[in-house]
Every structure is written in C-alpha cells, then in structure tokens.
C-alpha cells in the first residue's frame, strides 16, 4: 500500500516561510500527490496537488523531489489563519477508489506563532 | 450556498435510536464519500459511491447503512450504534474522470459530530 509519513507537529513564526514535508516511498507511477488541511471545527479544504513538476496556486507551492517519493508543502508567508493540520495523501490517476488512496494519516500540526 | 452540506451539524442518539445523516452537494459531481473522523484518530473512509453504485466499503458495521438516491445526495443511516461510534462524520465529493481518477479535488463539508449516549 501506498502510505505517507509526516511529522506530528511544527511551530512557525507569523510571516514566515514554512515547509512541512511529506515522505512517500511507496509512491506508484500513477498517483498523484494531494495536499489538504483542516482548520479547527472544519471539514478538510484542498489546498494543492501534483504529478511529477512543481506546483503552485494561491495558497501554497508544492516541491515534488525527483524520484517522488517525498514532497514538501511550502507556505510562503504564514499568517495565523494558516493554523491547522495537513494532511499529504496519494490518489491513483487509474483506480480512483482504492482504499489505500483515499486514506489521511494523522497529518501535521501546524503551529504558528505571532 | 457551500458547496457541500451536511445536516444535522449535531446529533445526540441512543444506543437504540435510528437516526440519519445527510449530504448534499451542489458542485455536479460524480463521486461522494462519507469519513469518519474519532478523536486523535486519523480520517478513516468509511464509503464510496461513483455515479450513484457503491465502489469501496471498508468493512464498515452494518449499524451503518449508507444510501445514494442520485448524484447529489448521500445518506448514512445509523441504527443501534454503540458510544465508540461517537465521531465526527465527514461528507465529501469529487469529479473524477475515467483513466484520470486521481485529479479530482475532494471537497469537504463541515461535518455532523454524532454523540452515541
């Protein structure tokens, strides 16, 4: 199965980078890295995702190593709103229902510090 | 309007009560999931439906059933559930196309924390 480590818990400084990383390395050809978060008292929001390239969108960039079998979150500028848990999942472009891929570690706490 | 929303945002049940939950999403997508999510537990799926027919049921317990009427409605009905059932139960929905299942976003809604006295 195709699972993802994360560290429990990170501390930021407000207005700061901040680089949480994702190791997969079980990682198959097919699947695609997702990135979500979940703010207190909320469901999960999509936050970004990608195959091979790096990628960015409003909230966040996401670094993909070369072999795939790690990626790292980049928030550039934390604000305090960016407090919450992220979780890095694995989706199979093929089989979109297999178990395995639709299922969210314990993901990262991420502190962040006025 | 949020894209996906679940009613009751709370529910409170006996051991011997039958009570349902409901999702509803507006986006037009072809997929719909419910999560179950326990305290300092991770998110588990709990099912999966694809253009109305269940894909994925995770040995879930019988106790809970869940119903997919059409594309944009998704029930779990809950039946003589125990305390440790007591959890926040996640709806979520997906557009995913054939041989490119991985791309669809998965969009959550806020969630009904079940309370099992």
């Known amino acids: 199965d195709a699972k993802t480590t994360q560290p429990n818990s990170m501390e930021s400084n407000e207005e700061e980078p901040v680089h949480l990383p994702c190791n997969h390395s079980?990682?198959?050809?097919?699947?695609?890295i997702h990135w979500y978060r979940q703010l207190p008292s909320q469901g999960p929001e999509y936050v970004i995702h990608?195959?091979?390239s790096n990628v960015n969108n409003r909230m966040a960039s996401l670094a993909i190593a070369e072999d795939r079998k790690s990626s790292t979150l980049i928030l550039h500028r934390a604000t305090l709103r960016d407090a919450a848990v992220y979780y890095c999942?694995?989706?199979?472009?093929?089989?979109?229902?297999?178990?395995?891929?639709?299922?969210f570690g314990t993901g990262t706490r991420l502190t962040i510090i006025p | 309007e949020t894209g996906v929303t679940q009613t009751p945002r709370h529910l409170v049940m006996g051991m011997t009560n039958k009570k349902s939950l409901k999702c509803e999403q507006h986006?037009?997508?072809?997929?719909m999931y419910w999560y179950k999510q326990s305290a300092k537990k991770p998110l588990e799926l709990m099912f999966v439906?694809?253009?109305?027919?269940?894909?994925e049921n995770n040995s879930v317990p019988s106790r809970f059933s869940p119903e997919c009427p059409n594309s944009s409605h998704l029930f779990l009905h809950l039946h003589t559930l125990q305390p440790e059932d007591s959890a926040l139960y996640l709806c979520a929905s997906s557009q995913d196309h054939a041989g490119q299942g991985g791309t669809g976003e998965l969009f959550f809604g806020e969630g009904s924390r079940l309370t099992v006295l």
């Open positions: 439906y694809s253009l109305e027919e269940r894909v």
């Open positions: 986006l037009g997508h072809n997929a």
């Open positions: 079980t990682i198959s050809g097919t699947d695609y």
């Open positions: 999942i694995l989706r199979d472009s093929i089989s979109n229902f297999g178990n395995e891929k639709l299922t």
């Open positions: 990608g195959l091979t």
